[in-house]
């Protein structure tokens, strides 16, 4: 069982419209990440969030907790927002069999924005 | 974006050659990372590093080591480069250590002829 799990999987949207991307986790976590990477590109952080909600353009991120899960939400979805995302946990305590900066990535969520 | 630079970004070699790939930042991070993305299995780590000549193994670390001899460099290589080594190569830098912001280098493309 993946540790971290996203859905969909793939998504394609038309441009304007509202588009949720979810991320659920089976362990204890200190901080979540929703991160981008662009057609052969490179990945860049969006977010890290270890509570509540964070809003960056049109780009929001919400995290539960007690529910073990997060979305990303793009609003008004344009052709540029095309990319996979992809979602990160740092485990809590920070520590995996005695190293520091423990990551768990999800298999990404491929998002498609037709004009 | 931390500085941080990888090299090269392209690379062609023949099964069974040394390959190393350098991961380079230039603001004196402590905690560097290598991992491998493929399709199917996201992104995985291979080496990491806590400070100078402080290196430990990720959960796919067999046919790669590691080096670290200055702050701001980390030198993955493969001793012997095979085919299932074909992947995508991205160091990472994550400053304070964990939980914190996650920078990427731009990512090196290797494939193992």
């Known amino acids: 069982k993946n540790e971290v799990e996203q859905s969909p999987q793939n998504l394609t949207a038309q441009e304007g419209e509202f588009i949720t991307i979810n991320c659920s986790y089976s362990v204890g976590i200190s901080a979540l990440h929703w991160l981008q990477q662009h057609p052969g590109g490179g990945i860049v952080s969006l977010f890290m969030l270890s509570s509540g909600k964070k809003k960056h353009g049109r780009l929001i991120a919400t995290i539960n907790i007690q529910e073990k899960h997060s979305s990303l939400h793009i609003t008004a979805s344009h052709p540029r927002d095309s990319a996979v995302y992809i979602c990160a946990v740092t485990l809590g305590g920070g520590n995996y069999g005695g190293s520091q900066g423990n990551l768990i990535f999800g298999k990404g969520t491929k998002l498609s924005v037709k004009p | 974006d931390a500085g941080i630079t990888q090299s090269p970004r392209h690379k062609v070699t023949e099964t069974g050659t040394p390959v190393t790939l350098r991961c380079h930042q230039t603001?004196?991070?402590?905690?560097m990372y290598w991992y491998r993305q493929d399709p199917g299995h996201g992104l995985r780590l291979i080496h990491y590093s806590y400070g100078v000549k402080d290196t430990d193994k990720g959960e796919v670390s067999d046919g790669y080591s590691v080096s670290r001899s200055k702050t701001e460099d980390f030198l993955l290589t493969l001793e012997s480069a095979t085919s299932s080594q074909t992947s995508v190569y991205f160091c990472a830098i994550i400053p304070g250590g964990s939980g914190n912001t996650i920078y990427f280098g731009e990512g090196s493309w290797l494939t193992v002829v």
């Open positions: 603001e004196n991070h402590r905690y």
